[in-house]
């Protein structure tokens, strides 16, 4: 970010693709679209795997809206809150250069501070952009830009904890006590901190109902909840994780499939497919990469 010195930043993970023409459409679209008051803009992706059957590739899920135009602006509460599609995902995002910038070097500690959280660095840089600028606002711009292969993971319970939990956490707090957020701000903080406690245990919960529930050590992970959270999250995430230890996977999937038949209606096969894809292709980490 440092040595760029274009009007913008666009912010690439090593393993995604850029589409056909897609950096062709995003320098049109930032001389057509753009003023100096564009701090983020945002793409679509899909995500897509190989299929083993025939060869082919399968696109199995994407981020683009139909019900909205191709081009629109995004809430800045949903900026805060990191609702837009694929908030967190790295390659997605564009960054205003010149106000990323002066983050750079006007919140030197406070950047310090967040690259020890370890992860989400780039959420936490457009988070602190927009409550530092109010001038400034967000475009998306709905249409295919990058492609994601199926990553092959092999995740472990103390990952997850510390990427959407530890983490999440940290970035928030850094942001909540930031000289910039109004109370306004705060409540939505908070509400998305408060987030992470939850969907670290539903996280756990699809770890084991696809048979990804790795941990390297049982009793240290007991003891980083109780180490990194408060008591009774920590008693919480204790009971759960005991709980999803016990319970054999097939009868948790069976549950949960039932609950998307619910929940989905017609559309079930199709939801179940793409998390089946996400959550049990992926986890596969063995066969690609263990890390």
């Given at each position: 970010?440092e040595?760029?010195?274009g009007?913008?930043?666009?912010?690439?993970?090593d393993?995604?693709?850029?589409?056909?023409n897609?950096?062709?459409?995003?320098?049109?679209?930032i001389?057509?679209?753009?003023d100096k008051?564009?701090?983020?803009?945002?793409?679509?992706?899909?995500?897509?795997?190989?299929?083993?059957?025939?060869?082919?590739?399968?696109?199995y899920?994407?981020?683009?809206?139909?019900?909205?135009?191709?081009?629109?602006?995004?809430?800045?509460?949903?900026?805060?809150?990191?609702?837009?599609?694929a908030?967190?995902?790295?390659?997605?995002?564009?960054?205003?250069?010149?106000?990323?910038?002066k983050i750079?070097?006007?919140?030197?500690?406070?950047?310090?501070n967040?690259?020890?959280?370890?992860?989400?660095?780039?959420?936490?840089?457009?988070?602190?952009?927009?409550?530092?600028?109010?001038?400034?606002?967000?475009?998306?711009?709905?249409?295919?830009?990058i492609?994601?292969?199926?990553?092959?993971?092999?995740?472990f319970?103390?990952d997850?904890?510390?990427?959407?939990?530890?983490?999440w956490?940290?970035?928030?707090d850094?942001?909540?006590?930031?000289?910039?957020?109004?109370?306004?701000?705060?409540?939505?903080?908070?509400?998305?901190?408060?987030?992470?406690?939850?969907?670290?245990?539903v996280?756990?919960?699809?770890?084991?109902?696809f048979?990804?529930f790795?941990?390297?050590?049982?009793?240290?992970?007991?003891?980083?909840?109780?180490?990194?959270?408060?008591?009774?999250q920590?008693?919480?995430?204790?009971?759960?994780?005991?709980?999803?230890?016990?319970?054999?996977?097939?009868?948790?999937?069976?549950?949960?499939?039932?609950?998307?038949?619910?929940?989905?209606?017609?559309?079930?096969?199709?939801?179940?497919?793409?998390?089946?894809?996400k959550?049990?292709?992926?986890?596969?980490?063995?066969?690609?990469?263990?890390?």
């Amino acid at each position: 970010m440092e040595m760029s010195d274009g009007d913008f930043v666009w912010l690439l993970g090593d393993d995604d693709l850029v589409a056909d023409n897609g950096i062709k459409k995003v320098i049109d679209f930032i001389k057509n679209q753009c003023d100096k008051d564009i701090g983020l803009i945002a793409l679509a992706s899909e995500s897509y795997f190989w299929d083993k059957n025939n060869g082919k590739k399968t696109v199995y899920s994407d981020t683009i809206e139909k019900n909205k135009l191709k081009t629109y602006k995004i809430d800045r509460e949903d900026i805060i809150m990191q609702r837009f599609p694929a908030a967190v995902f790295i390659s997605i995002l564009l960054f205003n250069n010149n106000y990323l910038k002066k983050i750079l070097e006007e919140e030197k500690t406070l950047v310090r501070n967040a690259i020890k959280a370890r992860e989400y660095i780039h959420t936490f840089l457009y988070r602190l952009m927009f409550l530092k600028y109010p001038n400034l606002y967000a475009l998306r711009l709905n249409e295919i830009i990058i492609q994601e292969e199926v990553h092959y993971y092999k995740f472990f319970i103390e990952d997850v904890f510390q990427l959407h939990y530890i983490t999440w956490t940290k970035l928030n707090d850094l942001l909540f006590f930031c000289k910039y957020t109004n109370d306004y701000y705060k409540k939505l903080i908070i509400e998305d901190k408060n987030k992470a406690t939850k969907n670290f245990i539903v996280e756990m919960g699809l770890m084991k109902c696809f048979k990804s529930f790795n941990y390297s050590s049982f009793f240290n992970c007991i003891g980083m909840f109780f180490k990194n959270s408060s008591l009774l999250q920590a008693l919480l995430f204790s009971i759960f994780f005991v709980i999803f230890y016990i319970i054999p996977s097939i009868i948790l999937r069976n549950l949960y499939k039932i609950f998307i038949k619910i929940r989905h209606k017609k559309r079930w096969k199709d939801v179940w497919r793409y998390i089946t894809i996400k959550n049990y292709e992926m986890s596969m980490g063995d066969r690609r990469l263990i890390c």
